[in-house]
């Protein structure tokens, strides 16, 4: 088992070229908190996790369909995989992916993203203790995708190509915001030995904007009612009228993902590969993440991660290091995944994640 350190500084040399094109220097006006929607920014998927959030150039299993739908075609079998997330302030994750490619067509793709927190009792000015009445929340998406391998040569190069359009809804008690959103992504194998980039844009579509019943302000009758036969000019009789609160309408967390891949080690037995991606979102500064991962006979695996966040808001993260393993068996026909993956959250505390996955 041997490490090409002649390998590894190239990379390290694409790496950076690569990072420098995200400057930490232009901060001088914030757009954090200026989106809705941020569950999207959620990633699924226990082994991307443990990888720090990079594989927008792995992108090699069925999660693909969230971090770079071009990865789907990748995939030779159907797949189907179930993550679940006790995640930050008692809220749980749960995402549910399928995948399957059709012959002389492409990969085809659905997923099921759905995230709600324990129910909450409603408050007033009057009762601030509680009125005895209790309201839930929560998020969902529904996504169908699509991916084809555009052309392949000998020397190794490949080019594909994704898109990943999603229906989003969030409802806290009786109101409720719909939209639509697009991720699309490529994925290129350079030919180079093993060196995979990626790139994806994600969360682009229109504004959303909450409304519901909660949200009118009663009806107001203006004017005299008068009988039948009395005409008065000009007319002083109003319509009854709604009175509806204008809520402001929010963009979607959009970001552009950058990511490169790299095996450092592939043999028979052993496989140690190594990820980064650079986030530019639309919402908050720029990160990088990093993400180390080493197969054993491609049936257990030991995963870990950074998250680092670039500019002045740095130093308040709470996001860094993230660990994690995985297991493949073989059951039957059937070939089983389990991933498991811990993230520190600082004074946030921690996030456990579990996904099982199944492909046939």
């Known amino acids: 088992m041997k490490i090409n350190f002649r390998h590894v500084k190239t990379l390290c040399t694409l790496l950076f070229t690569a990072i420098s094109l995200y400057s930490p220097y232009t901060y001088a006006v914030t757009n954090v908190g200026t989106s809705g929607a941020q569950f999207l920014k959620i990633g699924p998927g226990a082994r991307v996790d443990s990888l720090g959030g990079a594989f927008g150039a792995v992108a090699d299993d069925v999660t693909a369909i969230y971090w770079n739908p071009a990865g789907l075609s990748q995939l030779s079998q159907t797949t189907i995989s179930g993550t679940h997330t006790v995640w930050l302030a008692d809220t749980r994750y749960n995402f549910l992916a399928f995948a399957t490619p059709v012959e002389k067509i492409g990969t085809l793709g659905a997923s099921v993203t759905f995230l709600s927190v324990p129910d909450m009792e409603i408050t007033t000015?009057?009762?601030?203790?509680?009125?005895?009445?209790?309201?839930?929340?929560?998020?969902?998406?529904?996504?169908?995708?699509?991916?084809?391998?555009?052309?392949?040569?000998?020397?190794?190069?490949?080019?594909?190509?994704?898109?990943?359009?999603?229906?989003?809804?969030?409802?806290?008690?009786?109101?409720?915001?719909?939209?639509?959103?697009?991720?699309?992504?490529?994925?290129?194998?350079?030919?180079?030995?093993?060196?995979?980039?990626?790139?994806?844009?994600?969360?682009?579509?229109?504004?959303?904007?909450?409304?519901?019943?909660?949200?009118?302000?009663?009806?107001?009758?203006?004017?005299?009612?008068?009988?039948?036969?009395?005409?008065?000019?000009?007319?002083?009789?109003?319509?009854?009228?709604?009175?509806?609160?204008?809520?402001?309408?929010?963009?979607?967390?959009?970001?552009?993902?950058?990511?490169?891949?790299y095996d450092l080690i592939d043999d028979t037995n052993n496989l140690l590969t190594v990820a980064i991606d650079g986030n530019h979102p639309t919402d908050n500064s720029e990160r990088l993440h990093f993400g180390l991962e080493y197969w054993y006979k491609k049936t257990a695996s030991v995963r870990g991660g950074y998250k680092l966040r670039l500019g002045p808001e740095s130093a308040k993260d709470e996001e860094g290091i993230t660990l994690g393993f995985g297991i493949n068996t073989n059951v039957s026909s059937y070939a089983l995944s389990l991933d498991y993956a811990f993230a520190n959250f600082g004074h946030l505390q921690q996030a456990h994640r579990v996904s099982l996955g199944m492909r046939f």
Request: glycine share 10%; hydrophobic share 35%; aromatic share 12%.
């Open 125 to 261: 000015l009057a009762k601030p203790d509680g009125t005895g009445l209790w309201f839930s929340a929560w998020d969902a998406a529904v996504s169908l995708a699509y991916s084809r391998q555009l052309y392949e040569k000998e020397s190794g190069v490949k080019l594909s190509f994704g898109i990943n359009a999603k229906f989003i809804q969030q409802q806290i008690h009786r109101e409720s915001a719909k939209g639509m959103a697009v991720d699309v992504g490529t994925l290129y194998h350079t030919g180079w030995n093993s060196l995979r980039i990626g790139m994806c844009f994600s969360n682009f579509g229109p504004e959303m904007r909450f409304g519901g019943p909660d949200l009118q302000a009663g009806a107001e009758e203006a004017g005299d009612q008068r009988t039948a036969d009395y005409r008065p000019f000009p007319d002083t009789t109003n319509p009854t009228r709604k009175v509806e609160l204008d809520t402001v309408e929010f963009p979607l967390p959009s970001n552009f993902r950058l990511g490169l891949a």
